[in-house]
């Protein structure tokens, strides 16, 4: 079901199912009138007894009992001065209280107390995409696959109400509703990186997440190569192909063109990791929590996601989008420790640890962007288990060989709310990669090895800028989080758009 934003109810003139309040502590100490005076007396009486106290992220579900027309008010407690992620976070929370009472049509009153900082300091438009983002977002979860399945709960419409006269002038509730359509937008990219992320791995093998890439490049009329296993062997992909021949189905380079600014020399080269399932291949994961690999395909979710958006919001920029696709499986035909292969760009590498692929792929996935016009490089992946133990679920390891894109990529990150974290690039940690049989070698200690396994793909980057995202601890999540569901996140999505095509 689509959702519908503005500033009038477009429901038949009904009134909404329930009305959301942000509401700040200042507010709940006073005296002030907030929606009505019954309303108000219940509310303020939960904070006398300390049921709700206005902190960021709680919510109060008030039944309106004929007091006003909508049958339910919902009050989300707000720290103003918090920036667009405190707004993100307790829209999520609004939404989820709206959900537990399947309230499909809300409408938000926007109060100068609650917002009149926020609209003054971010602006406008920033706001309204963040509440956009937050709601929507918070309200996408993974869909089971049951028989007997209930319908993912949707918002039908959101309406807004300012008090006070804020945002009053065409002009502020213009860029209010340029906020809303860059917020649904964004939202519904990462909605998409998500579901792609959660499909099952007898679903999503590299050839059907070759099939969804088609599908999206149909939609929006983008230009878009699917390499089979026979032309990626024409084209000295050694690296996809030895990581894929294990399985039975095999590897997809999968090349997708977006050209937004055709007479600009400047191309992003986003590559994401589609590792569609990962069992380690020879060196075998342990059995506890492999389903869970499903999700090393994230990193590939996540730039068909922004590619999603990017088309979307018709962005100005050039991108190539590559996705190494395979199956990392302990087939008869695996690649082995010990083998040395040759990847796309020449470079040999010795295999120390076949549970060390994501790499291997991701050295052809960057060639092949390099080969097709990128300028700068962007690459995601679920790459390392020791980027969790050095920053657990709280944030996404980076590795760069340019402090400058570095800084765009962390400011970007900062406006997404998705938080980045540089690791160290010291050229000692390369002596730890060196091989006597090959030019490098895909593994080594323990030790610093989140930088060390994105200092390897930055070898193959011949000198462009290049930023490496390991979003091993945050593209997936055992419980849920915010705006981010249990399972799969679409971390990464709404940076990778901040940075290629921010406002």
Same mark, same amino acid.
């Given at each position: 079901?689509?959702?519908?934003?503005?500033?009038?109810?477009?429901?038949?003139?009904?009134?909404?199912?329930?009305?959301?309040?942000?509401?700040?502590?200042?507010?709940?100490?006073g005296t002030g009138a907030i929606v009505e005076p019954g309303i108000d007396e219940q509310l303020r009486r939960a904070f006398a007894k300390g049921l709700f106290t206005g902190k960021s992220g709680q919510t109060e579900v008030i039944p309106t009992l004929g007091l006003i027309k909508?049958?339910?008010?919902?009050?989300?407690?707000?720290?103003?001065?918090?920036?667009?992620?405190?707004?993100?976070?307790?829209?999520?929370?609004?939404?989820?209280?709206?959900?537990?009472?399947?309230?499909?049509?809300?409408?938000?009153?926007?109060?100068?107390?609650?917002?009149?900082?926020?609209?003054?300091?971010?602006?406008?438009?920033?706001?309204?995409?963040?509440?956009?983002?937050?709601?929507?977002?918070?309200?996408?979860?993974?869909?089971?696959?049951?028989?007997?399945?209930?319908?993912?709960?949707?918002?039908?419409?959101?309406?807004?109400?300012?008090?006070?006269?804020?945002?009053?002038?065409?002009?502020?509730?213009?860029?209010?509703?340029?906020?809303?359509?860059?917020?649904?937008?964004l939202a519904e990219a990462v909605a998409y990186a998500r579901d792609l992320t959660n499909l099952p791995g007898n679903d999503l093998t590299p050839e059907r997440l070759a099939f969804h890439a088609e599908e999206l490049a149909s939609e929006y009329d983008l230009e878009i190569e699917?390499?089979?296993?026979?032309?990626?062997?024409?084209?000295?992909?050694?690296?996809?192909?030895?990581?894929?021949?294990?399985?039975?189905?095999?590897?997809?380079?999968?090349?997708?063109?977006?050209?937004?600014?055709?007479?600009?020399?400047?191309?992003?080269?986003?590559?994401?990791?589609?590792?569609?399932?990962?069992?380690?291949?020879?060196?075998?994961?342990?059995?506890?929590?492999?389903?869970?690999?499903?999700?090393?395909?994230?990193?590939?979710?996540?730039?068909?996601?922004?590619?999603?958006?990017?088309?979307?919001?018709?962005?100005?920029?050039?991108?190539?989008?590559?996705?190494?696709?395979?199956?990392?499986?302990?087939?008869?035909?695996?690649?082995?420790?010990?083998?040395?292969?040759?990847?796309?760009?020449?470079? %040999?590498?010795?295999?120390? $640890?076949? /549970? @060390?692929?994501?790499?291997? !792929? +991701?050295?052809?996935?960057?060639? =092949?962007?390099? &080969?097709?016009?990128?300028?700068?490089?962007?690459?995601?992946?679920?790459?390392?288990?020791?980027?969790?133990?050095?920053?657990?679920?709280?944030? %996404?390891?980076?590795?760069? $060989?340019? /402090? @400058?894109?570095?800084?765009? !990529? +962390?400011?970007?990150?900062?406006? =997404?709310?998705? &938080?980045?974290?540089?690791?160290?690039?010291?050229?000692?940690?390369?002596?730890?990669?060196?091989?006597?049989?090959?030019?490098?070698?895909?593994?080594?200690?323990?030790?610093?090895?989140?930088?060390?396994a994105g200092m390897f793909i930055g070898h193959f980057t011949e000198g462009l800028p290049w930023v490496h995202l390991d979003i091993g601890g945050t593209a997936w999540l055992e419980a849920n989080r915010g705006y981010e569901p249990k399972w799969a996140t679409g971390v990464m999505?709404?940076?990778?758009?901040?940075?290629?095509?921010?406002?």
């Amino acid at each position: 079901m689509e959702t519908t934003f503005g500033w009038k109810p477009t429901n038949n003139g009904e009134a909404p199912e329930a009305i959301i309040r942000y509401i700040t502590e200042d507010e709940l100490k006073g005296t002030g009138a907030i929606v009505e005076p019954g309303i108000d007396e219940q509310l303020r009486r939960a904070f006398a007894k300390g049921l709700f106290t206005g902190k960021s992220g709680q919510t109060e579900v008030i039944p309106t009992l004929g007091l006003i027309k909508s049958p339910y008010v919902i009050f989300a407690g707000y720290a103003s001065g918090r920036g667009a992620e405190g707004l993100r976070l307790a829209a999520a929370a609004a939404a989820k209280a709206a959900r537990g009472v399947r309230a499909a049509h809300i409408e938000l009153l926007l109060s100068p107390a609650a917002f009149g900082a926020e609209l003054q300091g971010a602006g406008v438009e920033i706001v309204a995409q963040a509440l956009t983002e937050g709601m929507l977002m918070a309200l996408h979860d993974r869909k089971p696959q049951k028989r007997e399945n209930k319908e993912r709960f949707v918002l039908s419409e959101v309406s807004y109400r300012p008090v006070d006269s804020l945002l009053s002038s065409p002009d502020e509730q213009a860029a209010w509703e340029r906020g809303t359509a860059r917020g649904k937008v964004l939202a519904e990219a990462v909605a998409y990186a998500r579901d792609l992320t959660n499909l099952p791995g007898n679903d999503l093998t590299p050839e059907r997440l070759a099939f969804h890439a088609e599908e999206l490049a149909s939609e929006y009329d983008l230009e878009i190569e699917v390499i089979d296993e026979w032309t990626a062997a024409e084209q000295g992909m050694g690296g996809l192909l030895a990581v894929g021949q294990g399985s039975v189905n095999p590897p997809r380079m999968i090349v997708l063109h977006y050209k937004g600014a055709p007479s600009s020399p400047d191309v992003w080269g986003l590559i994401g990791k589609g590792i569609t399932f990962d069992t380690g291949g020879i060196s075998l994961k342990k059995g506890l929590g492999m389903e869970e690999m499903i999700s090393d395909m994230a990193g590939a979710a996540a730039v068909l996601g922004a590619l999603r958006a990017m088309a979307e919001l018709k962005a100005e920029v050039n991108a190539v989008v590559v996705i190494p696709a395979a199956e990392n499986m302990p087939g008869s035909r695996a690649f082995k420790p010990g083998d040395v292969i040759q990847t796309m760009s020449g470079y %040999t590498v010795e295999i120390v $640890n076949t /549970d @060390a692929e994501g790499r291997v !792929v +991701l050295a052809d996935g960057i060639t =092949a962007a390099i &080969r097709r016009g990128a300028t700068k490089l962007i690459d995601v992946a679920t790459l390392t288990g020791a980027v969790m133990i050095a920053l657990g679920y709280e944030a %996404t390891g980076a590795v760069t $060989n340019n /402090d @400058a894109l570095m800084t765009d !990529v +962390l400011r970007a990150s900062e406006r =997404a709310g998705e &938080r980045i974290w540089q690791l160290p690039a010291y050229p000692e940690f390369m002596k730890d990669l060196r091989s006597d049989a090959a030019d490098l070698k895909n593994g080594g200690s323990r030790y610093a090895a989140a930088s060390k396994a994105g200092m390897f793909i930055g070898h193959f980057t011949e000198g462009l800028p290049w930023v490496h995202l390991d979003i091993g601890g945050t593209a997936w999540l055992e419980a849920n989080r915010g705006y981010e569901p249990k399972w799969a996140t679409g971390v990464m999505v709404r940076t990778l758009i901040e940075l290629t095509a921010g406002q």
